[in-house]
């Protein structure tokens, strides 16, 4: 039976002017498999459930765009951001931004700034690594920065502490760039098949000598610190720097095929295995009033109110770390309903991965009735 052949065009893929019967010699990669082939998550950046914009960043941690962690280890003060500014034309609506609001021209040696996404293992089998049979991966994305010249991608093998890193060229101020970058097959350490951090992938965007000062490890390796940054600009130089990234896509191959775009609700529910919240999406947690969504229990004695609703909206990673916010935003506290008054200490008791059955707090009332919020993390 005669088959459509396609090849892809470096926009698209387009069939063959006719069909043939052989597909030998033809690229063919995403016919059986064209979807569920970005290793990314949220890779257009456009859930977002702690917020749309934090200031004064000077250590790591998730803050805007779900998924993704901002380090500038030592390398000045940041403000991330999700703008709804992104290549014309592209479907996508927002992005990932990081602005420098402190510079740091000098970096110490062993000072990093970094922004990665963290996937685990059992996420990661499709590619094979460690074995004979192991694939390429080819990496996607759109950026936009300031400040022009080389900068660097690396993946971190943390199962087996191996890495590989390439280079790329932003080649013009202030204009969204389309890059796509092929890293080599490893044959030597397999991923490990479970819930557990496997891969780093990491956008450099700043590093000190303890990272700079090798040969760039465009090959796989036990990993160097010294090769994995080589050539990195400085994009803490100068206060107002700024580097913006969407439309990121990891994909087993040697081929970028074009963005598998998700609807808002299914890119939810992927990025909420790792963080929830009861809040309504809008609302950053431990902020303002607002009982919308609310969990809500009744005071068995003075110490411990058991949770009727203390339930996940989705599976979790591993068992989270909750915390528990009053109506008003302040973390650990519950707000008894018939009185009004707020009790203090409020921790969450017998957690899982789907929900947890218990909140203990201080002077409680048996009896009475207790509302609250909670997050949970169960991030990389």
């Avoid at 749309?52 to 765009?65: C, F, N």
């Avoid at 609506?93 to 996937?119: E, N, V, Y």
């Avoid at 000190?208 to 130089?237: D, K, M, Y």
Wanted: charged residues 15%; aromatic residues 12%; hydrophobic residues 35%.
């Amino acid at each position: 039976m005669a088959k459509q052949a396609y090849v892809y065009s470096g926009t698209d893929w387009v069939p063959l002017a006719s069909e043939v019967t052989n597909l030998s010699g033809y690229q063919t990669k995403a016919l059986n498999q064209f979807a569920n082939r970005n290793l990314v998550i949220n890779g257009d950046m456009q859930i977002a459930q702690r917020g749309t914009s934090v200031a004064s960043i000077t250590t790591a941690d998730y803050r805007t765009a779900d998924r993704w962690k901002f380090s500038p280890s030592s390398m000045g003060t940041w403000t991330m951001s999700q703008e709804a500014d992104a290549p014309t034309g592209s479907g996508f609506r927002t992005s990932a931004k990081l602005l420098c609001t402190t510079a740091d021209a000098s970096p110490a040696a062993g000072d990093a700034l970094q922004f990665d996404q963290r996937i685990e293992g059992q996420n990661l089998q499709q590619v094979k690594k460690g074995t004979a049979a192991a694939e390429q991966l080819t990496i996607s994305f759109w950026v936009k920065a300031n400040v022009t010249g080389t900068y660097i991608v690396d993946f971190y093998d943390n199962d087996n502490a191996r890495s590989v890193s390439k280079s790329y060229t932003i080649n013009a101020s202030g204009t969204w760039e389309y890059k796509t970058i092929t890293f080599p097959a490893d044959t030597t350490g397999a991923f490990d098949n479970d819930n557990a951090l496997s891969l780093y992938v990491t956008w450099w965007l700043g590093a000190g000598s303890n990272f700079t000062s090798g040969t760039l490890g465009t090959t796989w390796a036990s990993s160097t610190a010294a090769n994995r940054a080589v050539g990195q600009v400085n994009l803490a130089s100068a206060i107002n720097n700024y580097w913006q990234v969407t439309g990121v896509q990891l994909e087993v191959g040697d081929t970028a095929t074009p963005f598998e775009f998700k609807s808002f609700g299914q890119e939810l529910n992927e990025c909420e295995r790792y963080y929830q919240k009861s809040y309504p999406y809008a609302i950053v947690p431990g902020t303002g009033t607002n009982y919308v969504g609310s969990v809500s229990g009744i005071a068995r004695d003075s110490a411990a109110i058991v949770a009727h609703a203390g339930r996940f909206v989705q599976t979790m990673r591993a068992f989270p770390t909750v915390t528990i916010y009053h109506q008003d935003g302040t973390v650990n506290a519950v707000y008894e309903i018939n009185t009004g008054t707020k009790k203090t200490g409020a921790s969450a008791n017998h957690i899982g991965d789907k929900g947890y059955w218990e909140v203990s707090a201080s002077a409680l009332t048996s009896g009475q009735n207790y509302y609250w919020h909670h997050t949970a993390s169960a991030e990389l």
